[in-house]
């Protein structure tokens, strides 16, 4: 197993854990109901755009972008080239990039958009990081403390890359 396939292990003490979830759930009026879902063991459905922002990303170009759909390999990759969190949800077959809430400089893909203001997205528990954790819906990186977002410019960078790989790139 190369460094790539290695797991990614963060281990937090329960202190950080919940700091991390007032954080995510500070993104609502009422974080509160944010932590009675994950306590429960479900998905929370989170406000974009005021302390962060996510893009979505198309599973091809997450695929091509790191040469595998293993996810031990998609997370080394994704972990070591945008520095922050990321969700996958298989059955839409989307990945989120967590960012922070300014848009981003990059123009138009078809394999990816930005969702700020306006947009909720579902986000499990924090310790949810396998794919076979039950939801649909894991960390793929997993968010390591409050404030924990992806470079947005090596977002764009991995963005440009990807798409010149995939059909409906620009020429």
């Not at 960012?99 to 997205?121: C, F, I, K, Q, V």
């Amino acid at each position: 197993m190369n460094s790539l396939d290695a797991p990614l292990l963060h281990p937090l003490t329960e202190a950080q854990r919940e700091a991390i979830r007032d954080w995510l759930a500070g993104s609502l009026n009422r974080p509160q109901v944010a932590k009675d879902q994950w306590a429960r063991g479900g998905v929370a459905t989170l406000a974009l755009g005021r302390r962060f922002s996510a893009v979505r990303l198309t599973e091809p170009l997450v695929y091509t972008i790191t040469e595998s759909s293993k996810p031990m390999h998609v997370t080394g990759v994704l972990a070591s080239t945008l520095l922050g969190p990321v969700l996958h949800t298989p059955s839409t077959r989307r990945f989120y990039a967590f960012t922070p809430a300014a848009p981003p400089n990059w123009g138009y893909s078809p394999h990816a958009e930005y969702l700020g203001r306006d947009y909720y997205l579902g986000v499990p528990p924090i310790e949810l990081t396998d794919p076979e954790d039950g939801l649909d819906g894991y960390w793929v990186v997993p968010v390591t403390r409050p404030g924990d977002l992806c470079d947005p410019d090596r977002l764009a960078a991995l963005l440009a890359a990807g798409s010149l790989e995939l059909p409906g790139a620009e020429s």
